[in-house]
């Protein structure tokens, strides 16, 4: 499986990097981001695997350096960020629906989220050439709210929660004939304000508009049937940070994802994201979260500035790490002029 990643090398442009295993990458004989690699691999109607794998050069980098110096950046990113966009489903796992039923429930009633679960166990897969039910969907921003791995995850002085949900997401871009091109898929921690949701189910697209992690490695090619990961947060306990010590891990769990693990296939929720003609505006970049069952949320934890959010999985390589930032003040939301 072939993984790339997107650096900024020491003259400061962002390059694209081959992972050759967790302790380098190689460079291209080129310079391209991803952006450019998948326009020229759309245009050449070549996959963007073999032409990566064309431009490797011999020349290699230490990852651990490019991490430690923050010089790794998201797999994606648009120079102009609103010609990305950051979307997501929900209630696409197996297990999914028991935490946001949780969060809802009502005496004796069926909530909402476990109907709409329901629908896709029913529904979700359907036989090759035809369309399954839709799944819940949701806007999350444009490229202005990736954030970076090893960087901060910086809440909004409003919001009551910030915690993390490990995903996978995939990456798309928009051809010229209007047709959305898989580049591949990465890690990612769609971060969300699960307290806001819980006061009001019609509070979901309010507790989505929050920054999200996504990185290091982007994998190209069709996404496994099974992976395993597993999602961590770790806290930094009285003097540990002064005395040099390493932060506690106060939770810890393994989640599962690819389609044995779902109740919709990838394909499903590709087909209900892409059919709105206004997605697919031609050169324009879509990052897809496919959603998760897994939350430290659901489990009672309730998360601090300074927490550090962990996402790994074997099958991408080094793990998403980043850092909860809580506003030490609150910020004075601009008054609307009336013109």
Known sequence: ???????????????????????FIRS??????????????????????????????????????LL??????????????AHLMVSGTGLT???SADTRAAMHAKPDQLTDSMKMFQ????????????????????????????????SNLVSPDFALDGSEEPEIAGIYII???????????CLGNEFSDHETEQQNYLYLAHSKLRPCALGPELLLGELPKSILGNSRLLRYESDQKISGNEPTVIWEKQFLSGED??????????????KYKNFLRPGDIHVHFFGTATLS?????????????????????????????????????PSVKSL
């Not at 499986?1 to 050759?20: F, R």
């Not at 326009?39 to 073999?50: L, N, S, V």
Request: charged share 20%; proline share 6%.
């Open 1 to 23: 499986m072939t993984k790339l990643i997107q650096y900024i090398s020491t003259n400061g442009d962002v390059e694209i990097g081959i992972v050759t295993d967790l302790k």
């Open 28 to 65: 291209l004989t080129e310079k391209h981001t991803m952006l450019t690699l998948a326009t020229q691999a759309m245009e050449k109607e070549t996959p963007i695997e073999t032409l990566a794998l064309s431009l490797a050069s011999d020349a290699q980098l230490n990852y651990q350096d």
């Open 68 to 81: 430690d110096n923050n010089r790794v950046l998201a797999p994606i990113h648009h120079p102009d960020p």
């Open 93 to 95: 796992h197996l297990g």
């Open 119 to 150: 629908m896709g166990i029913k529904g979700g897969k359907p036989i090759k050439g035809e369309v399954g039910v839709q799944p819940e969907w949701f806007y999350k921003g444009d490229g202005d709210c990736i954030v970076a791995p090893e």
């Open 175 to 185: 051809s010229k004939n209007r047709i959305p091109c898989r580049i591949g898929f």
């Open 261 to 274: 693990n779902m109740s919709h296939t990838i394909s499903n929720l590709e087909t209900h994201h892409f």
């Open 297 to 333: 949320y659901g489990d009672g934890i309730r998360t601090q500035s300074g927490d550090i959010f962990e996402i790994q999985s074997d099958i991408f390589g080094r793990p998403l790490r980043n850092t909860l930032v809580l506003p030490s003040q609150s910020t004075v939301t």
